[in-house]
């Protein structure tokens, strides 16, 4: 039990501040999982290659790839730089998207609710299976959360009384610009909700700090250079821009990434554990003095922070690409509700009330997640890790490997000599410094012909799925091996075959 003398004390923020590096950094050695992982590690590896790609035009697999600013790009590759081509490295400007967010939950809870709730918010938000997932994973999702929620705090801290305001804004506005240089447009959806969750619970005060007209402007001016070098560089990239990334988000995506309208509900109900029945509870004992209120005292009553929370639920609901990570951003804000409900009530951190045994609870299943991924990593599907698979290629003697699915994490774990067959054409732009698409994407018709030239044993990486019906040029690999009768080495979802 954390002493209830002046909670939270020093040494409460400082055993607080400790547990949640260790559990954040617990487990983070597993595979890269595929592809987002792979496509992440790949493109930061590709950017280090100065002599052969321009450091502004991403490519992966030495095909220009424009779908993300560069920033996550640039960030991955410094900290290979740093520390290394390992998980870890790869896996670091996530972990320090986290350290930026529960920094921002602290602040904007303790200038809201006081420093109680703000230990409390910071608790609630690392204990989170979503936030403690997304430190966990290669994604630009985690680090814009953490510019965001960064900015948010230095934005609404503004107050026009109080001594240098402006500095606070546009401190604020640059962290919500790194947002955007994270992943575009998605960092405009937190600043849309957080605008109408102001405005609906009457929260001028909060709106006038924000100056949410003039943060659009400034994000949009700062952040728009890139997208301007490269149009002016590859006009084709307009089309791309306008149509693919912008409009076919909203409309249908190209990759798909389709759910039912309630996806992201569920993914909320889910992943945003074990900390929102809080809120739920705090709802139905407040629900009668709610429902006589007159309508300016509901409005005030309201949670402007599970407002904002749901707001980024709703906005991603009517777009039509849905992807499990879109929402994180509204959690930090369901975070800052939750423990300033618990403030009210706790005066420390006691195992023998509810909020600390919730947090034990949640702790424990992150614990032992954290022991069961790295068992499971090769058994995912199409989300599994090619490390384990490539590891054996390489101790049999391969040479290169040939992949029937886009495994770009194979090029991370094994070295250049990798080829993907029969991949739809990558090509977003034509005239991409160092993009040569035949290095290693082949068609079915020259997969073949190229294994029997290839100067180096070849073995291929077939996916568990395509085990009992394969591809014609997968026949005839098999057909013509140098030990027809062998069975293939199997791992996970993966079988390996020495094709030459």
Not at 32 to 57: C, V
Not at 109 to 125: D, E, I, R
Not at 340 to 359: N, Q
Request: proline share 5%.
């Amino acid at each position: 039990m954390l002493e209830r003398s002046a909670f939270p004390s020093r040494n409460a923020w400082i055993v607080l501040i400790f547990f949640l590096l260790a559990l954040h950094l617990l487990g983070r050695g597993h595979g890269l999982l595929e592809p987002d992982e792979g496509r992440y590690a790949n493109m930061a590896e590709e950017w280090m290659e100065f002599d052969e790609h321009s450091w502004t035009e991403p490519t992966l697999s030495d095909v220009g790839h424009f779908d993300k600013p560069p920033l996550i790009y640039w960030l991955t590759g410094s900290s290979f730089l740093a520390f290394g081509r390992n998980e870890f490295a790869a896996r670091f400007p996530s972990l320090l998207g986290g350290i930026l967010a529960l920094i921002g939950v602290g602040l904007l809870a303790a200038q809201l609710h006081g420093k109680k709730a703000a230990w409390w918010s910071v608790l609630v938000a690392g204990t989170t299976a979503q936030f403690w997932a997304l430190t966990h994973l290669l994604s630009p999702d985690m680090l814009m959360c953490g510019f965001v929620t960064l900015g948010a705090a230095f934005c609404l801290r503004a107050a026009k009384d109080q001594p240098r305001t402006w500095l606070w804004w546009l401190t604020g506005a640059l962290f919500w610009t790194l947002g955007w240089w994270t992943k575009a447009t998605a960092a405009l959806v937190p600043l849309g909700a957080l605008t109408l969750a102001l405005l609906v619970t009457g929260r001028r005060d909060l709106t006038a700090n924000l100056r949410p007209v003039l943060l659009l402007l400034v994000v949009l001016i700062l952040g728009s250079p890139w997208y301007l070098l490269m149009v002016s560089k590859h006009h084709e990239l307009w089309d791309f821009f306008l149509h693919r990334e912008l409009a076919g988000r909203v409309t249908g995506h190209v990759d798909g990434r389709h759910g039912f309208p309630g996806y992201h509900i569920v993914v909320a109900l889910a992943f945003w554990l074990p900390w929102w029945p809080v809120i739920a509870v705090s709802a139905v004992r407040n629900w009668k003095q709610w429902r006589t209120a007159s309508w300016v005292g509901k409005r005030h009553l309201l949670s402007w922070e599970v407002l904002t929370a749901l707001g980024v639920i709703a906005i991603y609901s009517f777009v039509s690409s849905k992807l499990i990570t879109y929402i994180l951003p509204g959690l930090p804000f369901l975070a800052i509700a939750v423990g300033s409900v618990i403030a009210r009530t706790e005066t420390a951190f006691d195992l023998r009330r509810l909020p600390a045994r919730i947090a034990a609870a949640g702790t424990l299943v992150l614990f032992i997640t954290a022991l069961i991924v790295p068992r499971i990593e090769m058994s995912l599907g199409r989300n599994s890790s090619i490390r384990e698979a490539v590891a054996m290629a390489k101790e049999n003697g391969a040479g290169r490997i040939v992949c029937d699915e886009f495994w770009p994490g194979a090029e991370f774990y094994f070295g250049e000599f990798v080829w993907f067959v029969d991949v739809k054409n990558l090509m977003q732009a034509q005239t991409v410094r160092g993009q040569i698409p035949s290095k290693h994407f082949l068609s079915k018709d020259q997969v073949v012909r190229a294994v029997r030239k290839s100067d180096r044993p070849v073995w291929l990486v077939q996916y568990e799925g395509h085990f009992s019906d394969p591809q014609k040029w997968t026949r005839q690999l098999l057909s013509t091996r140098p030990d027809p009768n062998s069975e293939p080495l199997r791992i996970g979802d993966f079988y390996l075959w020495r094709v030459h």
